[in-house]
């Protein structure tokens, strides 16, 4: 596969001027890598798409396009092959739902639940 090479500058939320290098694959590529860096239409100086300047115009269909690319949804997770002892915050959930944390494992950790194990095997999912 072909990368497309980008170079721009662009002004950060302090408002320093930074340079970014970038190669990309497709687009869904392009909008994760500008997502990281916080790097929209109204911060970039200047940019150039393969050593040739962008114009105003096809930076602008460059964003529409950008815009309309739908990411894959993630849901940050923690999977876990075996169960591991709950850290304290968890501790706090597990005895919320009035269970011994002493007796609980934690298998899965997501934003929003909390897959756990007992040690007889039960497996119960809490919502944090």
Same mark, same amino acid.
């Given at each position: @596969? ?10 950060? /939320? /302090?408002?320093? &001027? @930074? ?7 497709? @687009?869904?590529?392009?909008? %994760? ?13 200047? +940019?150039?798409? %393969?050593?040739? *300047?962008? =114009? %105003?115009?096809?930076?602008?269909? $460059?964003?529409? &396009?950008?815009? /309309? ?10 999977? +876990?092959? !075996?169960?591991?002892? *709950? /850290? ?5 959930? &597990?005895?919320?739902?009035?269970? !011994? *944390? ?6 899965? !950790?997501?934003? =929003?639940? $909390?897959?756990?194990? =007992?040690? !007889?095997?039960?497996?119960?999912? $809490?919502?944090?």
């Amino acid at each position: @596969m072909k990368h497309t090479v980008i170079e721009l500058r662009y002004q950060d /939320n /302090n408002g320093n &001027i @930074m340079g970014y290098n970038l190669g990309y694959i497709d @687009m869904k590529h392009l909008k %994760e890598r500008f997502a990281h860096y916080n790097i929209r239409r109204d911060n970039i100086i200047n +940019m150039f798409i %393969e050593k040739e *300047p962008v =114009s %105003e115009t096809r930076l602008d269909n $460059l964003f529409h &396009i950008l815009e /309309n690319t739908l990411l894959p949804k993630r849901e940050e997770e923690e999977d +876990m092959k !075996n169960g591991k002892r *709950p /850290n304290r915050a968890q501790k706090e959930i &597990i005895a919320a739902a009035n269970l !011994n *944390p002493k007796e609980w494992y934690v298998v899965k !950790n997501l934003p =929003s639940k $909390l897959h756990i194990v =007992s040690v !007889n095997g039960e497996l119960k999912e $809490l919502a944090v």
